[in-house]
């Protein structure tokens, strides 16, 4: 499977913004897809996973302020992020593993997009 996330940019604090996960290759409806993300100077951190049935799981940076769905018939994953902070600076990544185990694991994933950075300015 080929995923490519996209809706990176520049915004200010505060603001939102709507990442896609675009797949293709096979069934988005088979994988359990999450999203990553790496900040300067920083590990690649767990930010959301959704699988088929629409089961969610957010990490802890992420609680409250961000929003993961998907749409199987477009095979699009998306990452819904309000209120932004500049902390939340960082390359955006999409995963996706074969399943429907939300893995927080980022060695659990066997695919993976090329990123999208999101800058978030004070």
């Known amino acids: 499977v080929q995923l490519q996330a996209s809706g990176g940019g520049l915004v200010q604090a505060g603001d939102s913004l709507r990442l896609s996960c675009a797949t293709s290759g096979r069934t988005l409806s088979s994988y359990v897809i999450g999203w990553f993300r790496r900040s300067p100077g920083k590990e690649r951190e767990f930010v959301a996973a959704?699988?088929?049935?629409?089961?969610?799981d957010y990490g802890e940076s992420a609680k409250g302020r961000f929003t993961i769905s998907r749409d199987n018939a477009k095979n699009t994953v998306f990452l819904q992020m309000n209120s932004l902070k500049p902390e939340d600076t960082a390359v955006y990544y999409c995963?996706?593993?074969?399943?429907?185990?939300?893995?927080?694991?980022?060695?659990?994933?066997?695919?993976w997009g090329k990123g999208t950075l999101v800058t978030v300015s004070s």
């Open positions: 995963a996706a593993d074969y399943g429907d185990i939300l893995w927080s694991d980022m060695t659990k994933y066997d695919y």
């Open positions: 959704i699988n088929w049935s629409g089961l969610l």
